[in-house]
């Protein structure tokens, strides 16, 4: 069970228990325990997918690098690594990703820490030049990078110094060794609709997933959790351009199945919904199955995708987080945003609370895990995360949620 929590706690900050135990170090991170939609910002898509298994380097050449700034002037030294000089999209998102890290440490009350802002260019090489600035300042942890190429850089370092690293990166691979991950992983989805779709009676699945990197993480996450729940997979497809084949394959049995799990995005799931009715499908007489990716326009106006499932965060989070960023900077966030706010709002509430150890992996990995703007979430000891999720279903006006964030995690 999660540790108490201040019921006085506002979005000015969080006044914690004082309970230093591991065993009740569940913790409310600066603001109410809210969550946030799973939506995927479709200017980000060509540099970071909150919810793909990888975040490639952006196309375009990088701009001159940015100087080093701080923020707070607490005793506490954190390590801040973005892309804040990346081209295009990219570096407008680690704009809003430092506005929200600089936002969380105001709506703190009184955090004991200061954030040392290193630009890193996009590059590996930046951001091990940043980190290596901010351990030589006494960062006693780093948050970032984003790209998953320059998180081994800064892991690198880190582990010189005997320091943990919390990086955006989605992908699982570069997990590990004081490495955690504070991104949206598909495992997390799939873990909880599936779970929810066994608890209602959908125990024979038909997967259709894409191949490429976010296929082969949602195959072996789905593989893995559908038997766990008592479930079978009745058939199982890759699709890459020619989605018409695979389609038929999978249309051809699903009198076998009572669910049928696509993992895509917005647009290519309608595209497989519209092959798989091409095919001769009937999607209304199955149970549509989903991640996160399904938070998407496209999805909510597509009539064979009605009544859907997926699971996500639940949307009211992200729209106070929203509208709190902008009333401060008088823009939209982008959906990672909340990513930063999180991971400032969490070290400073373990800087409060946990002493000298305040950021081992033993506090870190605390199985009561932590409650923020995305809702519950816990690192594990493999530097993955597991993330608590509602159930929505897809309606003309958007994800309905059917089943409701847990208020804690179970063993």
């Not at 409060?352 to 150890?357: E, S």
Request: aromatic content about 6%.
């Amino acid at each position: 069970m999660l540790g108490p929590r201040d019921p006085k706690s506002s979005v000015q900050g969080s006044r914690l228990s004082g309970a230093t135990r591991r065993s009740a170090l569940g913790l409310l991170l600066g603001a109410p325990l809210l969550s946030a939609c799973a939506g995927v910002q479709q200017s980000l898509s060509q540099f970071s997918n909150p919810f793909s298994s990888s975040s490639p380097a952006p196309a375009q050449p990088a701009g001159p690098p940015q100087q080093a700034t701080t923020a707070g002037s607490g005793g506490v030294k954190v390590g801040v690594i973005l892309p804040l000089s990346a081209a295009g999209n990219a570096g407008l998102a680690a704009q809003s990703m430092r506005n929200a890290a600089e936002m969380a440490l105001a709506e703190f009350q009184n955090p004991n820490i200061q954030l040392l802002i290193k630009d890193d260019n996009g590059s590996p090489q930046g951001a091990q030049a940043g980190a290596q600035q901010a351990v030589d300042e006494g960062a006693e942890i780093i948050l970032g990078p984003l790209f998953a190429q320059s998180v081994p850089a800064v892991a690198q370092v880190a582990r010189a110094r005997g320091i943990s690293v919390i990086a955006f990166s989605t992908d699982s691979s570069i997990a590990g060794r004081g490495v955690f991950l504070l991104s949206f992983l598909p495992e997390s989805d799939v873990n909880r609709i599936v779970e929810y779709s066994a608890g209602i009676g959908k125990r024979s699945v038909a997967v259709l997933v894409p191949d490429n990197a976010y296929g082969n993480v949602v195959e072996a996450a789905v593989k893995a959790a559908v038997p766990r729940r008592g479930g079978r997979i009745v058939a199982f497809e890759k699709y890459g351009a020619d989605r018409a084949t695979p389609a038929r394959t999978v249309a051809q049995q699903l009198g076998s199945a009572d669910a049928l799990f696509i993992a895509d995005d917005g647009d290519a799931v309608v595209a497989v919904a519209d092959a798989m009715t091409a095919a001769g499908a009937n999607l209304r007489n199955i149970q549509l199955l989903g991640t996160g990716l399904w938070d998407n326009p496209r999805v909510y106006a597509n009539a064979n995708l009605q009544g859907g499932l997926y699971a996500a965060p639940d949307p009211a989070g992200f729209r106070a987080f929203s509208g709190r960023y902008r009333t401060k900077y008088g823009a939209e966030p982008i959906r990672t945003a909340t990513l930063a706010y999180d991971a400032v709002a969490l070290v400073a509430a373990l800087a409060r609370t946990q002493g000298p150890t305040r950021f081992s992996p033993d506090v870190l990995t605390n199985p009561s895990g932590f409650a923020g703007i995305d809702g519950l979430f816990r690192f594990r000891a493999d530097g993955t995360n597991e993330r608590g999720l509602a159930v929505m279903k897809v309606t003309t006006g958007g994800g309905v949620a059917v089943a409701g964030s847990p208020k804690s995690f179970g063993a």
